[in-house]
């Protein structure tokens, strides 16, 4: 049975790209090029007439992820779903990267637009009930006819228009997707973190995005078990850029009585850390908290700079020159900004 994997709300209808060994091309505007079997084509443009937007019109966004240059859709035991789910990580953290100013003014995507399916069928057999099944805890299967079955676009989904990928770093992280080293592991772990702090759907509180995104950067950089916030620091340190970042030394830990020598990234890791201790102990926390103290959200320079930290994985594997991250550095580096960093200090 062929397996066919897909995005249902991937943020560009005319997307048709590849990356590495993957091709990402939407369904609706593509199918005629990229589906020669008739069967395979009338097969699939019923079962995705069934993904349905609130006002009823057909989920015209729906891409499809071949691995490879050309459509093909594997056999059961020919899936490789974990290449595949890391491969629609990288597109949604490369997407999440991307600043607001790069698409136009209009608020970036959410991870939500990056869920990635897999739906296994039978070419020329749109007569037999259909099933699917949904649940991340208890697997629910539910079956239903062709004629009463519709799948609706969650609420929580944005539709803000074409969205754009941070090219450099999808390229990289697409190379990496096969490879199963233990720093490659903990970069897709990560990723898992990163989707449930920028998802959209209900109920999700400011204080549970902190502390994903927290757990996303202890994935990344490998936390040890005691002393987790100097390691955080130093850590991030290692991965930014060669720097004269001044230092300044105050009194940290419990009760303030070590003393303890920071730059300003290490002392916002230290911060940020105990922003989440403070969360998971069941402290009181104000919207000023969420902030730093020239009113940057903390989430946002999370996310810059966990993508700074990738950008020193690539060059620490050898995947990358140092040379070629120095071309992207003042232009990729957001938290540089949101710390009130100078652009004098790097590179010396």
């Known amino acids: 049975m062929p397996i066919i994997s897909f995005m249902p709300y991937y943020p560009d209808e005319k997307v048709d790209r590849t990356a590495a060994n993957f091709h990402l091309w939407n369904w609706w505007g593509h199918r005629e090029k990229r589906v020669p079997d008739a069967a395979i084509r009338i097969y699939l443009d019923k079962y995705f007439g069934l993904y349905r937007r609130a006002d009823g019109g057909v989920e015209r966004r729906i891409a499809i992820l071949s691995p490879g240059n050309l459509c093909s859709f594997r056999e059961e035991e020919q899936f490789t779903g974990r290449q595949i789910n890391r491969f629609a990580n990288a597109l949604m953290a490369s997407h999440l990267f991307e600043p607001v100013e790069k698409n136009g003014g209009r608020a970036i995507c959410t991870s939500d637009n990056f869920a990635a399916l897999c739906h296994g069928f039978s070419p020329g057999d749109t007569d037999s009930p259909i099933s699917f099944s949904f649940g991340s805890g208890v697997r629910t299967i539910v079956t239903g006819s062709w004629d009463q079955l519709l799948f609706a676009t969650p609420q929580s989904v944005t539709d803000l228009g074409p969205c754009r990928p941070e090219e450099t770093i999808l390229s990289h992280l697409a190379t990496l997707c096969p490879e199963t080293s233990a720093t490659i592991n903990r970069l897709f772990r990560s990723f898992e973190w990163v989707r449930l702090g920028f ?150």
């Open 199 to 348: 998802a959209n759907h209900e109920g999700l509180e400011p204080d549970e995005r902190i502390v994903a995104m927290t757990t996303a950067f202890e994935a990344l950089l490998g936390f040890p078990e005691q002393d987790k916030s100097r390691f955080f620091a130093a850590t991030v340190n290692r991965y930014i850029p060669p720097n004269s970042l001044p230092t300044t030394s105050l009194l940290w830990g419990h009760g303030r009585t070590s003393g303890v020598t920071e730059n300003a990234v290490g002392w916002w890791c230290r911060e940020f850390y105990n922003l989440r201790n403070r969360i998971v102990r069941g402290d009181e926390i104000g919207e000023t908290d969420l902030r730093n103290a020239r009113g940057e959200q903390h989430l946002r320079i999370a996310l810059s700079l966990l993508e700074e930290c990738i950008w020193g994985i690539l060059v620490e594997l050898g995947k990358l020159r140092e040379e070629e991250r120095a071309k992207h550095f003042f232009s990729r580096s957001h938290w540089r900004t949101q710390l009130g960093l100078p652009n004098d200090l790097w590179y010396p």
